[in-house]
């Protein structure tokens, strides 16, 4: 059995090919980490071709997602899988237009901010009878209540992003820091940036801002909601970020621009791993994910860091997507699509993912042991309890481009944060009122 390979348009044969006959082969399945067993098989074989399309995770992603399709049909020997790789670019707008084409694959990677875009588009259908009840079991409740809508359970949760900051320790000591009392609260990030730009150096800076980032995730709401704040109204209807507490959160990013403390590149696109931190010229890097922390291991071996705790003001937070798997409406397959999920969700699949690409998995039973031998990277679990999630709102995604350009306009002085945050909430509102 082969499992097949796309890149866009493109179809790749993986060199790797999985026979099925006889006894050695069958004698082979039984020791492969997804293998089948009793206890997880369907009453009855599941059959035909279906496809998953998933995204670049991280490096080895096309290996990893080659061996589940050959272990899956290893235990199926009358499926066939195909894997469609897709860049993340405008992955929601073109996986709508290839579903309603009737094109899109079987089963896909996705984050729950779209979830009520693509179940009033009926681009998804309801899991709740098309994967065993098992898969349910072993999830947080938080997780289970962020893929539910209208009493019906429409992802399979998979794993969980983790935020962190670094610190550059060299930066630090230079600036007469103690580097074991790294900061915590936007005060400590004050002083953190007062004592590094006292050092007189025009080339070094003490935090970041990325301004011209199209996402407000890891830019924006981290600041609102360490400042107590909500974007969006708990019934859905109205922008809340323009409140008190995001008035402050744009104050004190104005404030990293005004006082020099953030580079003024970061108005600009950077390209990823020229940005100053990474340059070595940077004392607390922006918010970032494991996967960011693996990168800079990889780009700047010889820089001397520790991972910062994440920044409070009234509240201790920082973003973090919960990643899952979905099953198009139009799929042809959807039994051999709910056992490829069930497959997938299975623990050690789902850690074997986390531990390649830097997530937590969803599933409790999962991280047991993941990262061990990492012990930085496992430490940072404790994050996990300070993580917020997608915003789950039709106009989740739509509203960031009507926020972004009054942030900037605040950050370069054009207006005041008060009224930058009140004109996109204008804006923000009359989008919300289309319905």
């Not at 209208?150 to 320790?169: G, K, S, T």
């Not at 070595?280 to 922006?286: H, K, M």
């Not at 997530?359 to 999962?366: I, Q, S």
């Not at 605040?410 to 009140?422: F, H, S």
Request: glycine share 8%; hydrophobic share 40%; proline share 6%.
């Amino acid at each position: 059995m082969t499992a097949h390979l796309q890149r866009g348009n493109t179809t790749l044969v993986n060199r790797r090919s999985f026979v099925i006959g006889g006894t050695t082969a069958a004698a082979s399945a039984a020791f492969l980490p997804g293998a089948w067993n009793a206890r997880r098989s369907y009453a009855r074989q599941i059959s035909g071709e279906l496809s998953i399309r998933f995204f670049p995770f991280g490096t080895g992603v096309e290996e990893l997602y080659a061996a589940f399709a050959e272990e899956f049909q290893a235990e199926n020997p009358e499926t066939t899988v195909n894997l469609d790789l897709q860049p993340w670019d405008d992955r929601y707008p073109k996986l709508l237009a290839d579903v309603a084409a009737g094109q899109g694959p079987d089963v896909f990677f996705i984050t729950t901010d779209v979830l009520i875009r693509f179940a009033e588009a009926n681009a998804i259908t309801p899991l709740n009878d098309v994967v065993p009840e098992s898969v349910w079991t072993g999830y947080e409740q938080r997780y289970l209540d962020e893929v539910s809508l209208n009493d019906a359970q429409w992802f399979v949760p998979y794993d969980q992003e983790v935020p962190l900051h670094i610190a550059n320790l060299d930066i630090l000591e230079a600036a007469g820091l103690d580097p074991a009392a790294l900061p915590v609260t936007w005060d400590d990030v004050r002083a953190m940036c007062e004592a590094v730009q006292a050092m007189d150096d025009p080339l070094t800076s003490g935090f970041g801002y990325n301004a011209a980032s199209s996402t407000l995730n890891t830019t924006f709401y981290p600041f609102l909601r360490q400042a107590g704040g909500m974007p969006i109204s708990e019934d859905g209807a109205t922008a809340t970020f323009n409140s008190e507490a995001g008035v402050e959160a744009l104050s004190f990013i104005v404030e990293l621009f005004k006082n020099g403390w953030a580079p003024q590149e970061y108005l600009q696109p950077i390209d990823t791993g020229q940005d100053p931190f990474t340059l070595g010229s940077q004392a607390l890097s922006n918010h970032i994910f494991i996967a960011g922390l693996i990168q800079l291991r990889e780009a700047a071996p010889d820089m001397r860091y520790a991972v910062n705790p994440l920044l409070m003001n009234e509240e201790q937070w920082g973003f973090g997507g919960m990643r899952s798997w979905a099953i198009s409406e139009n799929s042809q397959n959807k039994e051999a699509a709910g056992a490829l999920l069930e497959f997938l969700a299975r623990p050690e699949n789902a850690k074997r993912h986390g531990s390649a690409f830097g997530t937590f998995p969803a599933l409790e039973a999962a991280r047991d042991g993941i990262f061990e031998d990492d012990p930085e990277i496992a430490g940072l679990a404790s994050h996990l309890e300070h993580t917020f999630g997608e915003q789950k709102h039709k106009y989740g995604r739509d509203l960031m481009p009507l926020v972004v350009p009054e942030i900037q306009a605040a950050i370069i002085g054009e207006k005041e944060p008060q009224q930058a945050l009140d004109d996109a909430a204008t804006a923000v509102n009359e989008l919300f009122a289309q319905g």
